[in-house]
Nanobody
Framework: QVQMAESGGGLVQAGGSLTLSCAAS????????MGWYRQAPGKQREFVAV???????NYADSVKGRFTISRDNAKNAAYLQMNSLKPEDTAVYYC?????????WGQGTQVTVSS
């Protein structure tokens, strides 16, 4: 069974940095796409960033220039380097892995940015 597991969340001050990690387990093949979504209390889940196996990357406008997504295809892992964090970045961050038309989600990791 394919599972995604996020880690690296925590509490940081505004302007600080944090790196999230996501590892896919139980998959025989590398994910076609790996990405990050986030959901703040009372708000809808929103797209943050995605990186495809071929290297193509897309970011949400709200994080462009501050966040960097990367992946290690050999490890089937994805990372999200978050810089210049803002209080509005506070949310539960979810890792996404996509392969063969199926989406796999992690349980989420909490990121809290204090002002």
């Amino acid at each position: 069974q394919v599972q995604m597991a996020e880690s690296g969340g925590g509490l940081v001050q505004a302007g600080g940095s944090l790196t999230l990690s996501c590892a896919a387990s139980g998959s025989l093949f590398s994910m076609k796409a790996m990405g990050w979504y986030r959901q703040a209390p009372g708000k809808q889940r929103e797209f943050v960033a995605v990186i495809y196996s071929g290297g193509t990357i897309n970011y949400a406008d709200s994080v462009k220039g501050r966040f960097t997504i990367s992946r290690d295809n050999a490890k089937n892992a994805a990372y999200l380097q978050m810089n210049s964090l803002k209080p509005e970045d506070t949310a539960v961050y979810y890792c996404l892995g996509s392969y063969n038309g199926y989406d796999y989600w992690g349980q989420g990791t909490q990121v809290t940015v204090s002002s």
